[in-house]
């Protein structure tokens, strides 16, 4: 079972820029996709990108041209570079991964965009 944490979440200002980093650790063996998904209150929880074991990318529409996931393999790290937030990007942000067809999750953390 992999384990994932995330960090990089708070306070930003609308037009501002955040980082997220999940750090995965455990069952890493072959684990792909890694990536991100949100939830906002009230809302169902959402994918936002994702990234394969061959940089492959996915992104949701809502995020396209201001959201890049990229990853760092030797250090098993994905990070979610989030530039032009909006404040309807305030979300639980969950890192997520696969590994040997089974899903993982983070315990979230929290992106508030003020207006």
């Known amino acids: 079972q992999v384990q994932l944490v995330e960090s990089g979440g708070g306070l930003v200002q609308a037009g501002g820029s955040l980082r997220l980093s999940c750090a995965a650790s455990g069952s890493i063996f072959n684990i792909s996709p890694m990536g991100w998904y949100r939830q906002a209150p009230g809302k169902q929880r959402e994918l936002v990108a994702l990234?394969?074991?061959?940089?492959?990318?996915y992104y949701a529409d809502s995020v396209k041209g201001r959201f890049t996931i990229s990853k760092d393999n030797a250090k098993n790290l994905v990070y979610l570079q989030m530039n032009g937030l909006k404040p309807e990007d305030t979300a639980v942000y969950y890192c997520?991964?696969?590994?040997?067809?089974?899903?993982?999750w983070g315990p979230g953390t929290q992106v508030t965009v003020s207006s």
């Open positions: 997520y991964a696969k590994t040997r067809g089974v899903n993982g």
């Open positions: 990234i394969t074991s061959s940089t492959g990318t």
